[in-house]
């Protein structure tokens, strides 16, 4: 039976919900391949013309909601700048528009986070073949309602999953990355879905889509699980505006996942001593959001992007 060909949008911009699946039996992409896909989307994003609306990483899958823009926006400049990005030194000369054409494919974005990840889980595991299973699933979507709502489906994710109870909780999705790194994440887009419908600060319109998930949670749907109701109420008593203490609650993470942590100084004096327990080549400290003068490098994502 032949492929239906994809809905591809040309020289305007256009957002997908992307769906790639494993081709293996069970849970098998672990926390540390988990962190080292989403340091893939967050490198290769900063190569394509993409921005990420929202990602969730599960056991067997992945979800992107990506928007994708047409690369004649973008000067020869920039684009020998994320040239540079993606081949490190260049030894030889980039064929600018042939890579300009690159960057502005859907399916040439996700080949490359699919390709990259396959090859560092098979040598991970010693094993051989095919890690995907069929081509990715995309739909394009109207930018407003529709993009909220699927992004609303990608954060309940790990919810419907009985995996946890908010959607917070769950690591490897956007609204638990929102919340944990908050304005200085420079990754994800700060639209939160919301296109004009909650204008305002990043705090109003995270307050905004935190209120519409959770009320979407609370619905089950076709029997999956949902937000416990005891749950939703003391959301609804705060109005969904996340307190300090939640907001520390998930960003502690650094505090068990950190290799080093300290003042920007102590961060970097020590990766100078340690750098060959890393096998990233560009280990910068990172800020930890809402604690004064702390950074940290993770150990999560020891191995290397490339």
Avoid at 6 to 12: H, K, N, T
Avoid at 167 to 195: N, Q, T
Avoid at 273 to 294: A, C, Q
Wanted: positive net charge.
């Amino acid at each position: 039976m032949p492929r239906i060909p994809r809905l591809i949008v040309r020289g305007e911009e256009a957002v997908y919900h992307v769906v790639s699946r494993t081709a293996l039996d069970g849970f098998v992409i672990e926390d540390e391949d988990k962190e080292y896909l989403l340091g893939l989307i967050k490198w290769l994003s900063s190569v394509f013309f993409v921005e990420i609306l929202g990602f969730c990483i599960m056991g067997n899958h992945f979800h992107l909601l990506v928007k994708v823009f047409p690369g004649e926006r973008f000067s020869n400049e920039d684009v020998m700048n994320r040239a540079k990005k993606y081949y490190g030194k260049l030894d030889k000369k980039v064929d600018v528009e042939r890579f300009r054409q690159k960057c502005e494919v859907l399916s040439e974005f996700i080949k490359e986070i699919k390709q990259r990840f396959a090859r560092h889980y098979n040598k991970k595991h010693d094993r051989r073949g095919y890690f995907w299973g069929e081509r990715f699933k995309s739909v394009l979507l109207e930018d407003g309602p529709a993009v909220l709502n699927c992004l609303a489906y990608i954060d309940l994710n790990p919810v419907r999953a009985g995996l946890v109870k908010r959607p917070e909780e769950y690591r490897w999705c956007s609204i638990s990355y929102h919340v944990a790194m908050g304005e200085s994440g420079g990754f994800l887009s700060k639209d939160l879905g919301l296109s004009g419908m909650a204008k305002g600060s990043f705090k109003k319109r995270l307050r905004a889509y935190r209120e519409y998930l959770y009320e979407k949670g609370g619905l089950v749907v076709d029997g999956k699980g949902a937000i416990d109701g005891d749950i939703l109420c003391d959301e609804r008593q705060q109005e969904f505006a996340p307190s300090t203490k939640f907001i520390f609650k998930h960003r502690v993470r650094y505090f068990s996942d950190g290799a080093i942590l300290g003042s920007k100084l102590f961060v970097k004096r020590w990766y100078s001593e340690f750098k060959d327990y890393f096998k990233s080549k560009e280990k910068l400290p990172r800020k930890i959001p809402g604690v004064e003068d702390m950074y940290s490098l993770k150990r999560l994502s020891r191995a290397g992007i490339s």
